[in-house]
């Protein structure tokens, strides 16, 4: 029995540790702080996995244990000078772009362009469009993880992606070439 534990969270691990990675260094933009945050997601993963719990979905479980770890970090978080939070050091964000070919330059500009735009929205979108174009979650997912019904989710998806349109000066055709 223990060993097929190990096994399901290795499985869990494997498969969604990249993503979960992204979400916390997309949240809190310091590569420590975001490691940390994803091994006490796992750390809680493991912990379900001990004492038994259904899990139905490992990946809404996650960013949902995800999602609730940034707010209260941000909760507990101390205010920081204004020069600490502008700091541009490469090394420490995440760069979307370095993965990128040359012949994708294009679109890895528009897409770092899009994700800039995307935090610049009001919460209520930001985290369902991040959570659908760039994890690509279905709506009921997104939905399990905010706690809201697949129908807000989709919603909310759709409200976000008229905001986007109008803060980054996208059409609608624009957004559909991207994929998004």
Not at 39 to 54: A, I, M, N, P
Not at 92 to 97: F, K, L, R, T, V
Not at 148 to 173: C, H, M, P, T, W
Request: net charge negative.
């Amino acid at each position: 029995m223990k060993k097929d534990k190990k096994s399901t969270f290795e499985a869990i691990y494997k498969n969604e540790s990249d993503a979960i990675f992204r979400f916390c260094l997309l949240r809190v933009s310091n590569r420590d702080q975001a490691l940390d945050l994803v091994q006490e997601t796992f750390l809680r993963l493991w912990q379900s996995l001990q004492k038994d719990e259904d899990i139905l979905n490992s990946k809404a479980f996650l960013f949902t244990i995800t999602r609730h770890l940034i707010i209260d970090y941000y909760r507990k978080k101390k205010s920081i000078p204004f020069k600490d939070m502008a700091s541009t050091d490469e090394e420490e964000g995440y760069d979307p772009a370095n993965d990128i070919t040359t012949d994708n330059l294009i679109s890895g500009i528009e897409g770092r362009y899009l994700l800039n735009k995307i935090n610049e929205l009001p919460q209520s979108y930001r985290e369902p469009l991040y959570l659908r174009f760039v994890e690509d979650l279905s709506p009921p997912e997104i939905g399990e993880i905010l706690g809201v019904s697949a129908n807000a989710a989709s919603v909310r998806i759709n409200r976000g992606l008229e905001e986007l349109r109008r803060v980054s000066g996208y059409s609608k055709d624009d957004l559909n070439k991207l994929n998004i």
